[in-house]
């Protein structure tokens, strides 16, 4: 994660630089949280009795209050303070996972796991909306790729440090220590967080209404490319470790190890290609062609080397999951660097939580159909399929039904 020195070398003011470092932080707690179930999939599967399927519709419930309440969080993001709204939120999915840990039954961790989803429905919107206020052009895929990294990360974290706990402590433990632990970072977000108005402007004389926002082909393309994009990321944060453990026989540090491994290298991929997408630009390439090269590529080679894993022999799966991961961490840098140029600050929160309320279905549906899939079949390689094919309808989306990167030009003002 880098310092707040670093970002200010990169020429990103010193209180800019220690927001975002703040916001890298909490993508990365978001992540932890909510990948951790995963991790304790197997052991949770064989404690509570519960089969396959039930395990699936544990995985997805998280993303039912999260898609839906992110066009209520696009919304309050748009019209109140952001920063204590996503404080606020913070706050609950924090609560929420801690609980977690205290649950003995199904559907106590139903309930907590849709609680989560609430909390977290917060985050992208505002993420959206601080850095279409505050970043120009030139550094937003920088700033987006350091919260991508988190993104990765998170994952990498959960999978490496919270399996060996789980393996040595049980899965408990290690819900309630970060659930409570991550409380702590609400105390330097309310001190150091934003406050001056956005050094960024638009000429746009007010918000646009929703309807206006349904009418843009572009909106479509972003939501569609997110929901692919978020398929195979779901997929790997929800069942890999299961796959790891149960199918390819790993124990659980081994499963932790090449988690970690593949999403620690899948941040830096992230970090070093927002930073390189910005450096294209800086040297007088269009964003169009940077942002749609970099999200569209990255996308398909990130399905392609996920699906050839499950054909992979042992020593070839590995590095396929690996690159696969890399690749998503690529893509991932510069998603929401379209979406905060084409809605510009104005139109940011309400375009990022309407395309994250679309491109979340997919944490509803990978979860759960890789479940169904496992239990007719009995086995993972038709799941895989289906990632990469969804992948690269994602990858295709980003690159032509998508428009150029360039901000919408909206009506005239109106009431928000």
Known sequence: MPTSEALQRKGIPG??????????????????????????????????????S???????????????FQLVSGWLVDRYNVNWIFAGGFFLWSVATAATGLAHVFASILVFRLLVGIGESVAYPSYTK?????????????????????????????????????????????????????LLWIIPWLRYAPKDPPAIRTNAAGTPMFLELLRVRSLWGTCLGLFCGNYVNYFLITWLPFYLVRERQFSMDKMAK????AYLLGACASALAGWLSDRWITSGATPTLVRK????????????????????????????????????????????????????PKAAGRWAGFQCFIGNISGI?????????????????WAFVIVTAVSLVGASSWLFLVGPVEQVAWRGEISA
């Open 293 to 344: 090269t970099v999200v569209g590529g990255g996308s398909a080679l990130a399905g392609i080397f996920v699906g050839l894993a499950a054909v992979a022999g042992p020593v070839y799966c590995i590095p396929a999951l690996v690159l696969g991961v890399i690749f998503f961490g690529v893509t991932a840098s510069n998603v929401w660097t379209i979406t905060q140029t084409l809605a510009g």
């Open 365 to 381: 549906v990978a979860p759960a159909v890789t479940g169904f899939v496992l239990q007719r079949t009995g086995h993972f390689f």
């Open 130 to 182: 601080i850095i279409a206020s505050n970043f120009p052009e030139t550094q937003r895929g920088f700033a987006n790729g350091v919260l991508s990294a988190g993104v990765v990360l998170g994952p990498g974290f959960g999978m490496l440090f919270g399996g060996l706990l789980i393996a040595r402590y049980g899965w408990r433990p290690c819900f309630i220590v970060l659930g409570l632990a991550s």
């Open 15 to 52: 209180p800019l630089a220690l927001t975002l470092v703040l916001l890298a932080i909490s993508v990365f707690i978001n992540y932890v949280d909510r990948g951790n179930l995963s991790i304790a999939g197997p052991l949770l599967k064989d404690e509570l009795g519960i089969s396959a």
């Open 258 to 261: 090449i988690g970690g491994t």
């Open 54 to 68: 039930q395990l699936g519709i544990l995985f997805s419930a998280f993303f039912f209050t999260y898609g839906l």
